[in-house]
Structure formats: structure tokens, C-alpha cells
């Protein structure tokens, strides 16, 4: 009589793990975002979003793939622009065995010449997704919202105090 218990124990473990795994596998994407960005492949970044997806940064909607990796590439065509981009707070959730939902907080580092060329852009804001499990693609984007809470400038050049500089062991 306890074998049927040790097995749905052993069952729910198994599904809750392969939960956990499936919503951690679906919060990967925004790894992949940033690392499309950053490295400045739009064709890669659309990619990474439903046929039909929309993505909205700020008060902007972009509607499907075409349109995503042409706002990357007018965005990106002057190739002194750099990013960084970086998340902290992710927190994930399935609602289906093909959808997930995201909420994180991004930081990202900008140089953005048309903004400043003595200037480093630092923008914080949150982002919440809704992925769906795509057959040939994986986890993509139906949504992908940012909302940016602030940002600040950061001068290039602060001058170095040499009496607090320290050498690297």
C-alpha cells in the first residue's frame, strides 16, 4: 500500500522538477535577446520573437518579425552604438506546457552616440514577456513590454584620483 505513494511522490517530484525546468528553460530566452543585441544581429533578435509577436519598448509597437529586425537595424546602423544589457530579478512561470510568463528587471548600458558622445546611457526599467513554445523555434515571444522606471547619463571621462587608486594584485 505505501508503494503507491512513493510513487506519486516520485511522480509529482518528477513533474515539478521538469516544471521548474521547463520555466527556467523559457527565461533563457532573455539571455538570448541580450546576446542578439548586444552583438548587434537584428535578423537574430526578431528571430527570437513570435511570427506575430509584438514588442513594445516604451511607448513604441512593433508588430512581427519584419518589423522587429528592421527597427534593430535602423537602430543599430551606426556602428559606434554599443550596449550591454543585464538582468537581475527574473522570475518565471508556466501557465501551459507551451506558455510562460516573465517578469525581470533590465539594466542597460548604452553608448549612443546620436544621444552623447561624452556620455555612457544607463536605463533601468522592467520588462514582462508571455513566451509560447514554438515546434521549429523553441521558446519565443508573443509579448515582450519594457517599461523603463529611469535613467541617468554617466560621464566617459571622470578624472582618477591617483592618492585613492589602488593597483590590481
Known amino acids: 500500500m505505501s508503494e503507491p505513494k512513493i510513487d506519486l511522490r516520485s511522480r509529482l517530484l518528477r513533474d515539478s522538477v521538469r516544471t521548474i525546468d521547463d520555466a527556467a528553460s523559457a527565461s533563457a530566452i532573455l539571455l538570448r ?34 518589423s522587429i529586425e528592421a527597427f534593430y537595424t535602423s ?27 516573465i517578469e525581470a528587471t533590465l539594466t542597460v548600458y548604452a553608448f549612443e ?25 523553441g521558446w519565443v515571444f508573443s509579448e515582450h513590454l519594457y517599461v523603463r522606471a529611469f535613467a541617468v547619463h554617466l560621464p566617459l571621462n571622470l578624472p582618477i584620483d591617483s592618492a585613492q587608486e589602488k593597483p590590481l594584485p
Open 113 to 137: 552616440p546620436q544621444v552623447s558622445e561624452t556620455h555612457l546611457q544607463l536605463r533601468l526599467g522592467n520588462v514582462r514577456c508571455r513566451c509560447i513554445l514554438d515546434l521549429e523555434d
Open 75 to 101: 537602430r543599430l546602423s551606426d556602428p559606434r552604438r554599443s550596449t550591454r544589457h543585464l538582468w537581475s530579478n527574473v522570475q518565471h512561470r508556466l501557465t501551459s506546457d507551451v506558455e510562460a510568463q
Open 33 to 66: 535577446f541580450s546576446d542578439a543585441v548586444d552583438g548587434r544581429l537584428p535578423a537574430q533578435v526578431a528571430r527570437l520573437f513570435a511570427a506575430d509577436g509584438i514588442f513594445c519598448p516604451g511607448d513604441k509597437q512593433i508588430f512581427g518579425r519584419t
